[in-house]
């Protein structure tokens, strides 16, 4: 299924596979998506994150990049604040920690070790702000690194054309 097709430059071998993503998105979220939330996401990184679509759309991006894991604790960090029983933030802290921040976990997030050493400690408690540190290192990263190459990617502009174009709230031109 990896193309190898040379002729449409480095980004070939997700070209099929990112393609068929954005036409499922296409026809699924950019029906209910408005060219007018699209445009709002290269305001900021925030409108980006918190809009209804946006975290959903970034991912896919981010998925291109390998780094999908990401967004996907950053989201896990926001649930988990949410949670008022004790044993089930518990619970979902362990899950969080295997997931995303022991070493050599299966979505092992980028952050430096004593901020690992301080969620290792402090696991055992699992308090409603133990990941803060992390989620905050990891909103950094993403803002910094693949929030600008997501605004510049074909991938976006590609959506944002086609919802100006095609969108049931386009601009008129």
Known sequence: M???DTTKGRMSPNTCWLCKIFRAEEKGISSKLSSEEVLQWSQSFDKLITSKYGPMIYKTYLKTEHSDENIEFWLACEAYKM??????????ARKLFTHYIQPQAPNEINIDSPVRNAITRNIQEATQSCFDEAQRIIYMHMERDSYPRFLESNFYQKLKHSLQT?????MVN
């Open 2 to 4: 990896s193309s190898t």
């Open 166 to 170: 095609h969108g049931n709230n386009s």
């Open 83 to 92: 949670i008022t029983s004790q044993r089930k933030r518990i619970s979902v």
